[in-house]
């Protein structure tokens, strides 16, 4: 099977031996993260003149001698074009909506409200995201980013737990309940 396909395919197997090397992640998060990718392999004649040495293209390609983003730049974050709100206004997500998920051991506890916000600790956030980056702070003790879609989770009406993305789906695929 061709690298294009696996990355196309989100290939269980590639999930799994990410999963050993990516333990905090769930499965739903590397899903996630390999949808995103873009892959291009490349290779050149091998020379003679080159022999061992690695070529300025060859660091490119593996990473190395990758020099760092310019100060003030940001990597520019895929948007899906949907909001949280938008999935609760299309009658998807009931509110309030109890969401969980456990992390590390611990139960954490939040509330879906029907502006789309998210309560935890005793605070809003705007974002599933950030409730759950905060979420996770409480636990490690430092902030990671955290796609809170993929982070949260809540019992559907058939009493099956999912994820947010889930939601997001079928908001994405036209199952909005009017």
Known sequence: ????????????????????????LTDGQIVDSIGRLTIRVQSEPASPAVGLARTDKMEAASGRGKSKPKAGTKKKRQSLGVTLEQVVQGG????????????????????LNSDGSVEFG??????????????????????????????????????????LLHARKLFLNGSRKE
């Open 122 to 163: 005793g605070q809003r956030f705007s974002s599933c995201s950030s409730a759950a980056e905060f979420a996770r702070s409480t636990v490690t003790g430092r902030k990671m980013n955290t796609n809170g879609w993929s982070f949260w989770r809540y019992t559907d009406a058939d009493q099956k737990r999912r994820e």
């Open 1 to 24: 099977m061709s690298t294009e396909r696996l990355i196309a395919d989100r290939d269980r197997g590639l999930v799994r031996l990410l999963k050993r090397q990516l333990a905090e």
């Open 92 to 111: 998807l997500l009931p509110t309030p909506l109890k969401l969980f998920r456990k992390y590390k051991g611990k139960l954490m506890q939040a509330v």
